[in-house]
């Protein structure tokens, strides 16, 4: 595997300056005092903590994999947020059906996009990203996977279904049509609404910056399709590729709107960060893989993930499969915190600055969200 870059213990000037921030007049706003400890890699499991007396055990985390424990979300925003996105989902948008009531409050999204984004300055801000998030959850649940997906005719859905993110422009004869078509189903519904309130906090170059992520998306999803229409499982470093478009890149790319301000479009594009944001999206997917491995094990079907593809390709066991899949998470984590590192030191605009620990708070966010969520993952029995 590549050099690890700084101990996990240890991390590098650079990065210290991103997750401290700048000083001086005009900066205390820029500091987000989000990681509760130094990173660690987790050595070996640990039975699991209940969160308060009687609660939900959270879980613990893969041993081995390298990440940064955080304190937990404020509770007063998660309790508002989870109250407010049922509302939206169950009466505004009718997201999903009362059978499925138990898996809604059973994902959680409130914890997850309040500890994602520890510097929201309001709830309507933290509502945005939770909208945006449940509504790809309904795409990829309806469209593609747990309730009723298909990967036959997903292309077809899923263009339609992009345009309630990016609205056709066509004529006044075939407008209300598509306009109806945009109220046929819930993922159509909760994508349109999400947008709208979106868009009420967006500026046009950070809306126009989601779109483009969300195709980045749904082109991943279309590629796994395909792969499951002809039982085929790729090379990992194909699988790899996928998952950079199939993977949570449009929640942290928001992190500015959510956090109230913008980082410039020109800034944005920059190679750099786009290194940066692309090598967040694809740990934090990672993560997903392995924290939803066992889960995936017990649905119908054959579900590609890292360490299964590592597994038939590379002609190692399973276990040896997740282990490895752990060393490409740390690889991918060394890799987006030496590039942020990188980036903070040769471009230190405030924005940019504020943008980098954005997104590596999201990152930790993330993992937070995965470890702590025992109502949907369990870990393999590989230690």
């Known amino acids: 595997m590549a050099d690890p870059g700084p101990s996990p213990l240890q991390p590098s000037a650079a990065l210290q300056r991103i997750l401290c921030g700048p000083s001086g007049l005009g900066t205390a706003g820029l500091h987000l005092g989000r990681r509760a400890e130094p990173p660690v890699i987790a050595e070996s499991p640990e039975p699991p903590v209940p969160a308060e007396p009687g609660g939900p055990a959270e879980g613990t985390p893969i041993p081995g994999l390298y990440h940064h424990p955080v304190a937990p979300p404020d509770p007063v925003r998660v309790e508002e947020v ?77 263009l339609l279904a992009h345009t309630a993110l990016d609205p056709l422009h066509t004529t006044q004869e075939y407008e ?146 997740y282990l490895k899949a752990v060393e490409v998470h740390n690889d991918l984590m060394h890799g987006f915190e030496n590039e942020a590192a990188a980036l903070a030191a040769d471009c230190p605009v405030p924005s940019v600055l504020r943008f980098l620990r954005g997104v590596a708070a999201w990152v930790d966010g993330n993992h937070y969200w995965h470890r702590t969520n025992t109502y949907r993952y369990s870990l393999p029995d590989f230690w």
């Open 82 to 158: 989870s109250r407010r996105i049922k509302v939206w989902a169950v009466d505004e948008v009718q997201a999903y059906p009362p059978e499925w009531e138990d898996q809604f409050d059973g994902f959680s999204v409130g914890r997850y996009m309040v500890a994602c984004h520890p510097d929201a300055p309001t709830v309507d801000h933290l509502m945005a990203a939770t909208r945006l998030m449940v509504a790809e959850n309904a795409v990829d649940d309806c469209y593609c996977e747990d309730h009723g997906g298909s990967p036959v005719g997903l292309g077809s859905r899923l």
């Open 176 to 321: 209300p049509e598509w306009a109806r078509s945009l109220q046929s189903d819930a993922p159509r519904r909760a994508y349109r609404s999400a947008m709208e309130y979106f868009n009420q906090l967006a500026t046009p170059s950070q809306t126009d910056r989601y779109r483009h992520d969300m195709a980045r998306l749904h082109l991943g999803y279309l590629a796994e399709a395909a792969w499951s229409e002809t039982d085929h499982v790729p090379e990992v470093w194909e699988y790899l590729a996928m998952r950079q478009f199939n993977n949570f890149r449009p929640c942290p790319t928001i992190t500015d709107t959510v956090g109230g301000y913008e980082l410039p479009a020109d800034l944005h594009a920059q190679p750099a960060m786009q290194r940066v944001i692309a090598l967040a999206g694809n740990a934090t997917t990672i993560v997903n893989d392995l924290y939803s491995y066992t889960k995936e094990l017990k649905s119908p079907g054959k579900h590609l993930n890292l360490p299964v593809v590592i597994a038939e390709r590379e002609a190692v066991s399973d276990r040896d499969a």
